[in-house]
C-alpha cells in the first residue's frame, strides 16, 4: 500500500488554519469597542435617540471614507475631498436658495462640478505625473478660496432646501437614511469591483500599473476615472452632510482631512496602492465614530480626540504592515527562489560501461 503523500496529510491542518487579515481585526476590534462601551462605560448605544445621533455621522463617514478608498486604491491621496465637501455644502446654499424647485438644479450643478474636479485631479497626478498630496493639497486649497468667494454672493441664504433637510435628517428605527445610502453604494462598489467588467479592469489598473500595461488594459483613463468615482462620492457626503446640519458652513468639510484616510487604513488599506475593500472601510469608519463617540461623552477635549485619531491612523499603518509583511515576504522568497540545476548529461562512457 502506497503512503499518503504530503499533500493528502497536510489538507486537514489547512482547513482548520486560521490567517489574520486586516479585515478580521477590524472587525474584532469594532466588536469588542462596542462591548466595552456597552457594558462597561454604560452607554447605551442601541437606544434610539444614541442611534439617531451616532448613525447620520456614521454614514457621512462611510461615503468620505470610501471617496478616499478610490483615490488610496491607485496609491495616491486626495487632500482635496474636505475642501469639495464644504463646496457642496455651500453650493446647496447659493444654488437652491433655499428654495425645494430649485434642489434638482443645485445637485446637477454639484455632480458636473465634482467630475471637474475628479478630472482635474486625475489629469494632473495619473498623467502628468504630479506628486499626489502635493497636487490635491493645493487643488484643495483653490477650492476652499474659490468657495469663499462664492458663499458671498448668497450671505443672506442660511439653510438648505427643506426637502433635502428632512431626507437626510430622516431615520428607519432609529438608523439614519444616510447610513443606508452608504450601506447601499457600499454594496453597489462591490458589485462593481467584482462582477463588472470595467470595475475589474479599474481595479487591475489602479492596483498594480504594470500589470494593466502588460494586459492592455487602458489604465490612464481608469486611473483617472477613479479620481473622478472619488469626487462623486465625496460630493454625494457633502450634500447629505448638508441636509443634515441644514445650515452647513466654511468648516463643514475639516474634520474629514485626516479621518477619510485614517477609516480607510483601519479597514487594510496599503497607501501603496492595492485592492480596498468597501465594507472593510466601513468597519474602519464604525471604530472611528463609536471611538469618538466615547471619548467625547467621557469629557475628552477635542484636541484630544484628534491625538487619539492621530495615534489610531499611525497603530492603523504598522498593524497593517505587520500583517502585510508575512504574505510579502513569501512572496519574494517564491520569487528569489533559484530555477533548480538543469542535470548535467550523462557520460556515454560510464553508460557503455
Known amino acids: 500500500m502506497s503512503e499518503p503523500n504530503a499533500h493528502q496529510v497536510a489538507s486537514p491542518r489547512q482547513r482548520i488554519s486560521f490567517r489574520w487579515s ?10 469588542l469597542l462596542v462591548l466595552y462601551l456597552q457594558l462597561i462605560a454604560g452607554q447605551n448605544l442601541f437606544e434610539p435617540r444614541t442611534m439617531s445621533t451616532l448613525t447620520p455621522l456614521l454614514g457621512v463617514m462611510v461615503l468620505v471614507g470610501l471617496a478616499q478608498a478610490f483615490v488610496i486604491g491607485t496609491g495616491g491621496i486626495d487632500l482635496s475631498i474636505p475642501s469639495v465637501i464644504t463646496l457642496m ?53 483653490l477650492i476652499l478660496g474659490a468657495t469663499v468667494i462664492y458663499r458671498e454672493g448668497a450671505l443672506k441664504i442660511t439653510k438648505v432646501p427643506s426637502d433635502l433637510s428632512s431626507w437626510a435628517q430622516a431615520n428607519v428605527f432609529g438608523v439614519s437614511f444616510i447610513l443606508i445610502v452608504a450601506v447601499v453604494l457600499s454594496a453597489l462598489i462591490l458589485l462593481f469591483v467584482r462582477r463588472i467588467t470595467t470595475g475589474r479592469r479599474l481595479v487591475l489598473a489602479s492596483a498594480s500599473l504594470r500589470a494593466s500595461q502588460l494586459t492592455g488594459v487602458r489604465f490612464l483613463s481608469l486611473r483617472v476615472l477613479a479620481w473622478v468615482i472619488a469626487s462623486l462620492i465625496a460630493g454625494v457626503g457633502g450634500v447629505l452632510l448638508a441636509g443634515q446640519l441644514s445650515s452647513p458652513d466654511m468648516s ?26 468597501p465594507f472593510a472601510t466601513l468597519l474602519g469608519a464604525t471604530f472611528i465614530i463609536l471611538l469618538d463617540h466615547g471619548l467625547a461623552v467621557q469629557g475628552f477635549s477635542t484636541g484630544a480626540r484628534t491625538l487619539v485619531q492621530g495615534l489610531v491612523l499611525a497603530l492603523g499603518l504598522a498593524g497593517v504592515g505587520l500583517l502585510m509583511r508575512p ?4 512572496a519574494k522568497t517564491t520569487d528569489a527562489a533559484p530555477p533548480a540545476p538543469p542535470a548535467a548529461p550523462a557520460d556515454p562512457a560510464l553508460q557503455n560501461a
Open 22 to 31: 486586516p479585515l478580521t481585526v477590524i472587525l474584532i476590534a469594532n466588536v
Open 89 to 141: 455644502g455651500i453650493m446647496m446654499l447659493r444654488e437652491s436658495g433655499g428654495q425645494n424647485d430649485q434642489l434638482p438644479k443645485a445637485l446637477l450643478v454639484a455632480a458636473i462640478v465634482c467630475i471637474v474636479i475628479g478630472l482635474v485631479n486625475g489629469l494632473l497626478v495619473e498623467v502628468l505625473g504630479l506628486n499626489a498630496l502635493v497636487t490635491t493639497l493645493a487643488t484643495g486649497q
Open 252 to 277: 463643514s468639510g475639516g474634520p474629514y482631512l485626516l479621518l477619510s484616510i485614517v477609516v480607510v487604513v483601519l479597514g487594510g488599506a496599503v497607501l501603496t496602492g492595492g485592492r480596498v475593500g
Open 327 to 330: 504574505r510579502t515576504s513569501k
